[in-house]
């Protein structure tokens, strides 16, 4: 005989007036000028920088319904203002080299010494190739420039 399922208590969610919010809320047409998300800051191509921290949540779509009540999901977003944002940190050219090589170290076969585009398995520890005999497509590798001997115009 099967056992009867257990009803679980739904998880209450606390419903606090629009008014007792602690921070503004704003539906996604209603949103002023000067604020945006950290995905619209970024594709600006700007850091919130400045921004101490929200100043104005965007209400999700089920919580646009509901206007008299505060907006407590996961989904709502937080707004930044926009003339605190500075522009994106460009790296220098020690850590473009420094990820390089991090990334060549994944990327290459530790026993044909091939770098591919994509990071090889750690637990492999080499590339199909190697591992099995599967022959590696070659468009997936990377071609290096050929050594030069010499730099000497004559």
Request: hydrophobic share 35%.
């Amino acid at each position: 005989m099967p056992r009867p399922r257990k009803k679980r208590r739904r998880r209450e969610v606390k419903k606090v007036p629009r008014s007792d919010a602690a921070l503004p809320e704003y539906d996604r047409s209603t949103v002023p000028e000067g604020l945006v998300t950290r995905r619209q800051l970024r594709d600006m191509g700007l850091s919130p920088g400045g921004n101490e921290g929200p100043v104005a949540i965007l209400r999700c779509r089920l919580c646009a319904t509901r206007p008299q009540w505060s907006c407590r999901h996961p989904t709502r977003g937080f707004l930044l203002r926009v003339d605190l944002a500075v522009p994106k940190r460009v790296p220098t050219l020690a850590q473009e080299w420094a990820l390089d090589q991090a990334m060549a170290a994944r990327q290459t076969c530790g026993q044909c010494r091939r770098r591919f585009y994509v990071c090889l398995s750690k637990k492999l520890g080499c590339c199909l190739e190697c591992f099995d005999g599967t022959p590696a497509d070659p468009s997936s590798l990377m071609t290096l420039p050929a050594p030069v001997a010499h730099r000497l115009a004559a």
